[in-house]
């Protein structure tokens, strides 16, 4: 843990059900959602909350496991929850969970999550140490686990690809 920077709780940074109403100018040829601006909108918001929790300007340093789940319809409302996972030295893992509700009936369903890594900036553009994550609850210890698993995935891909190189 880095001393110089306290944890900061998941809490601290998280987006809780930001809603957006779909329109038809948001609909693609087969009458659902457009799936790239639900992309934008998740990349957005997981920049909010890897700024909050760092406090510095970020930037998207990779996205991964984008699962579509079910597709939305027009007049549903999409409610974004974001989260970080962890951090590590310069980067954090932040995950999106979308949910399409019927606002007439209040039912949702499931229909994306994805995985942001971010790196904090500092004035000369350079990476800069991040706040430690403190997870709370059960959800939030499971999710910074995973997160670990993912990114040693990410590496043990990077240097299978830089030893593929001729």
Same mark, same amino acid.
């Not at 880095?2 to 809490?11: C, I, Q, S």
């Not at 940074?13 to 957006?20: F, G, K």
């Not at 997870?135 to 910074?144: H, I």
């Given at each position: 843990m880095?001393?110089? &920077? %306290?944890?900061? /709780?998941? #809490?601290a940074? #998280? !987006?809780?059900?930001?809603?957006?109403k779909v329109f038809p100018n948001d609909l693609n040829s087969h009458e659902t959602v457009f799936g790239?601006? !639900?992309m934008a909108k998740c990349d957005r918001l997981a920049l909010v909350v890897a700024e909050r929790h760092s406090g510095h300007v970020c930037v998207t340093a990779a996205v991964d496991s984008i699962?579509?789940?079910a597709p939305a319809k027009g007049g549903d409302t999409l409610l974004f929850n974001l989260s970080l996972n962890r951090a590590w030295g310069s980067s954090m893992e932040i995950g999106a969970k979308v949910? $399409?509700?019927n606002s007439y009936t209040g039912e949702t369903r499931h229909i994306l999550s994805a995985f942001f890594t971010f790196v904090a900036l500092d004035e000369d553009h350079r990476p800069v140490e991040v706040n430690e994550v403190l %997870?709370? /609850? #059960?959800?939030?210890?499971?999710?910074?686990r995973d997160a670990e698993v993912r990114r040693q995935g990410r590496l043990a /891909?990077?240097? &299978?690809? $830089?030893? $593929? &190189?001729p």
């Open positions: 880095n001393a110089a &920077k %306290p944890a900061r /709780t998941v #809490a940074s #998280a !987006i809780d059900n930001h809603v957006y790239g601006l !639900i699962h579509f789940r949910l $399409a509700e %997870p709370e /609850t #059960a959800e939030q210890q499971q999710r910074y /891909t990077r240097e &299978k690809l $830089a030893a $593929a &190189k």
